[in-house]
């Protein structure tokens, strides 16, 4: 394994494309955070985007069907599970929980019924996400390899945290937004309906937790498998914590993720066991959660809820 600028390149290229749909929900939950969602049912959400996205691509062979189906599955299933959490007062865990244990069966089952397939779901018919063209670059051997294989949809969600920044720390709809996680009830004094921007925070992350599950389903690869999402949204709740629900800090905390995930690719069967390698991300996503809670502590903060 030769470390030269080539090999860097492809590293921090798989990076970029592994960290993405981390990135996406997180963002979603980020928004979950500003409005004192405790909102566990991303990987459930992400899973349905996953699933729905590869059903409208496999019927319709459309790319924007198969990102609208995917996106509309998720928000539906986190509109529910958002009429639970503020409606209904319903334990926050137990409604997140629940969503996941619920689609990870759904998916499971629907894959059987509309494909007739166990465990993994491919067909020749199926259509990728478009990748951007970076033929331009092409004399530049490091960039080229740097930016090649992205889709839009990688470099949209770097762009829409941006965007997020913006729009909860420079309008007032944002400052709305956040004064629902410092005081609900002072919010609602002065006009602030805060179970609608609530809800709307949780349907929110369901739309982009449902293009973070088109992008696993239909970026890299293009299949379903089942639990495709394997944990990556509650490591997205993690970046979500880690950068203290701030778009930017999300970016950071999600790109660390996304390492974590390449270095694991990278080192499989090379040093140590396969299995071991697998749970890299896992045990990442753990100690940099007790590193930030100690700081935290250490500061006289309060622990990070995820």
């Given at each position: ?40 049912g ?7 985007g996953?699933?729905?996205a590869i059903?409208a ?29 503020v ?10 929980i ?12 629907l ?10 779901f491919v ?6 996400l478009?990748?951007?063209n ?10 080229y ?9 990688d ?27 410092i005081?609900k ?7 602030v309906d805060?179970?609608k ?30 639990n ?5 949204g ?62 935290k ?10």
């Open positions: 394994m030769a470390l030269d600028i080539e090999f860097i390149a492809h590293i921090l290229n798989s990076t970029f494309r592994l960290m993405t749909p981390i990135l996406l929900v997180a963002l979603g939950s980020a928004v979950c955070n500003r409005v004192f969602i405790f909102n566990i991303l990987e459930g959400m992400m899973l349905t996953a699933f729905f059903v691509n496999y019927y319709t062979g459309s790319v924007l069907i198969s990102l609208l189906a995917a996106m509309g599955s998720a928000m539906f299933v986190s509109w529910i599970a958002g009429i639970f959490m409606k209904f007062k319903g334990a926050m865990l137990v409604v997140g629940s969503v996941n244990v619920l689609m990870l069966g759904a998916t499971t089952f894959m059987q019924l509309f494909f007739g397939v166990k465990g993994a067909h020749k018919d199926l259509v990728s478009p990748k951007v970076v033929e331009f670059l092409k004399g530049t051997k490091f960039f390899t740097l930016f090649g294989s992205l889709t839009y949809l470099y949209f969600a770097v762009i829409l945290a941006i965007i997020l920044y913006f729009y909860m720390f420079k309008t007032v709809s944002g400052f709305r937004l956040r004064s629902i996680g005081n009830e002072a919010a609602n004094s002065i006009g805060g179970d921007i609530q809800i709307g925070a949780i349907v929110f992350s369901g739309l982009l937790s449902g293009l973070g599950g088109a992008l696993l389903s239909m970026g890299a690869v293009t299949m379903f498998v089942q495709i999402t394997s944990g990556r509650f490591m997205a709740m993690a970046a979500g914590s880690l950068g203290s629900a701030h778009p930017i800090g999300v970016v950071f905390a999600s790109t660390f993720f996304g390492l974590a995930q390449t270095l694991s690719n990278v080192l499989d069967n090379q040093f140590l066991s396969s299995e071991l390698m697998i749970a890299t991300p896992y045990v990442a996503t753990i100690v940099a959660l007790a590193i930030f809670n100690y700081s502590i250490k500061k006289g903060g309060k622990i990070t809820n995820i």
